[in-house]
DNA sequence: TATTGTTATACTCTATAACTATA
DNA sequence: TATAGTTATAGAGTATAACAATA
């Protein structure tokens, strides 16, 4: 017992606006995400950026990063450390000797197939709460909040 | 020009996750929430603990750390931050010695008033492309979500 | 014994400048 | 000149262990 304080904490203001809630929920989402992946090895980040080689193999790092949103420079680490695992190659681009073609090894492959059908249940669970009326208004809602310029809006 | 790439880049088996669409979304509203808070001098984390404060004046560190959801230690200091910046106070609590009572100073609670202005309208922007049914559609999605045992999932 | 706030520490994540080798 | 990958660096964000004061 904490004293006598009954610790009714209110968050009425933040719970206000949509975004708040947004961020709540998906707090919750990759929280449960998170113990998903480790007993892959794999953090979001990881996982994000091996499933997205396995459907663009040869593509190069610049581009992953892009479609990671990240920098590129925060992106050579996480390659080196794929790389380390066997699960990625870091091929000559064929046209262009300056970069480098990605591609997953077997083994990636493999640990992507089975991750993927992990983080699918997860989804799945997550979401089973959801009629489909339901998960296809939020999806169309997503969408609309995503494509609000991506980034600073007007 | 970069080469005779096309550079279409695909992340079709991540789209088919609703958790990735949550997070492209919810990445989109924070990175605008950033820049709606910056002339204030507020990141998200100092924006959203002085208003928590402002709801519960008198209230603990440790109530507000788990409010935040986060750690104990990481609120020592950023409430430090906004002490010296004389937006808050650490008084002591009346009926623990060991604990503190945070509330707002003038300073702070005018801050505060003027930020959730700002982060008012920015809420109101970034989901203004829905409609009344939408939104009502999205809270109720995302509250299922955000119930879904928080953390862990079964 | 347990809790509040704190220190120290470490690891991840993110952002920027600058270098090299190519283009 | 510009771009791809890299290095170095610094700032956030997050998590854990351990301590002093107090309950």
Redesign the interface.
């Given at each position: 017992m904490a004293?006598?304080?009954v610790?009714k904490?209110?968050?009425?203001?933040?719970r206000?606006?949509?975004?708040?809630?947004?961020?709540?929920?998906?707090?919750?989402?990759?929280?449960?995400?998170s113990?998903v992946l480790k007993p892959f090895g794999l953090r979001m980040i990881t996982y994000?950026a091996l499933?997205?080689v396995?459907?663009?193999p040869g593509?190069r790092q610049s581009?992953?990063a892009?479609?990671l949103?990240m920098e590129r420079p925060n992106l050579v680490g996480i390659i080196d450390q794929l790389q380390r695992k066997k699960w990625i190659r870091r091929d000559p681009a064929p046209?262009?000797r300056r970069a480098h073609a990605l591609v997953l090894t077997e083994l990636g492959q493999d640990l992507v197939a089975r991750a993927?059908e992990a983080?699918?249940e997860?989804?799945r669970?997550?979401?089973a709460?959801?009629t489909g009326d339901?998960?296809k208004?939020?999806?169309?809602?997503?969408?609309?909040?995503?494509?609000?310029t991506?980034?600073?809006?007007?």
């Amino acid at each position: 017992m904490a004293g006598t304080k009954v610790d009714k904490i209110s968050d009425t203001t933040l719970r206000g606006f949509s975004g708040y809630r947004l961020k709540r929920a998906f707090n919750v989402v990759q929280a449960d995400l998170s113990h998903v992946l480790k007993p892959f090895g794999l953090r979001m980040i990881t996982y994000s950026a091996l499933t997205i080689v396995a459907d663009n193999p040869g593509m190069r790092q610049s581009e992953l990063a892009k479609s990671l949103d990240m920098e590129r420079p925060n992106l050579v680490g996480i390659i080196d450390q794929l790389q380390r695992k066997k699960w990625i190659r870091r091929d000559p681009a064929p046209t262009d000797r300056r970069a480098h073609a990605l591609v997953l090894t077997e083994l990636g492959q493999d640990l992507v197939a089975r991750a993927t059908e992990a983080v699918a249940e997860h989804d799945r669970k997550v979401f089973a709460g959801l009629t489909g009326d339901e998960l296809k208004n939020l999806h169309q809602a997503l969408q609309k909040i995503e494509s609000m310029t991506t980034g600073r809006l007007s």
